[in-house]
């Protein structure tokens, strides 16, 4: 039969009703991983540096060469997007011999404008199932000590105060997550994530953070005994958590 839709339409039958989605992936219209532009890879690298504090606004950027080989891109590729994100506001640049590009001071401002509810709702369904397949994957075959680095930094979180600070070691949990439990190309992968996320939701409160640590805490101790739905389950309770 052929479809209304043409050859490449849906596959849908008219009159079938679509699988209902799994709870926690109603919001994800679309899958968007490492399916992105080099110039959209620029930008989610630079916004990460910045939730990690690698860079703060203000600060000079490395040079375009420099970026370019680390992100394993070509240097036009790097210059055009730290163009558009001086056109943006996200960056200045400033000529002369202290010149070069940096971060604008203005950047938490500028990245306000940009949040998109439903692209980051796709990528944070996306970032979840990431890291419920990791969990899933890995869960009683870790070595014992692998789990250390992170627990951690559980604890530098129960203790950390500034705001700034308690995202930056959010942001490093969840990368050192994906590097022990994926290897270091995952790792990869997931910073490309967040970084994006940097750039389309607002950052979570401190006591947001506070209650996904104790998500983070949860997860590590039932990894640590090889318990592998009651660690997914808690991966999924952190994406869950909202502000009181
Ligand atoms: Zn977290």
Redesign the pocket.
Known sequence: MVNAAGKFGPYDQPGQARPAPVAGMRNAPLLSGRGQTGSELVRSRIALQVRLKSVSPGDRLPDAGVLAEELGISEITVRRALEGMCQDGLLDRRRGRAGGTFVAPGWDTVVALMHDADEAASLNAFHLLLECGLVAHSAGELPVDRLEGLRTLVDEMDLADDPARLLEL?AR??LDLAEALGGPGIREFAGDLLGRLCLLLPAPTPAV?RA??R??AELLAELGRGAMDPAVRAVKQ?QHVRPS
Do not use: D, G, K, Y
């Open positions: 959010e949990f969840h953070v996904q640590n998500c983070h952190h």
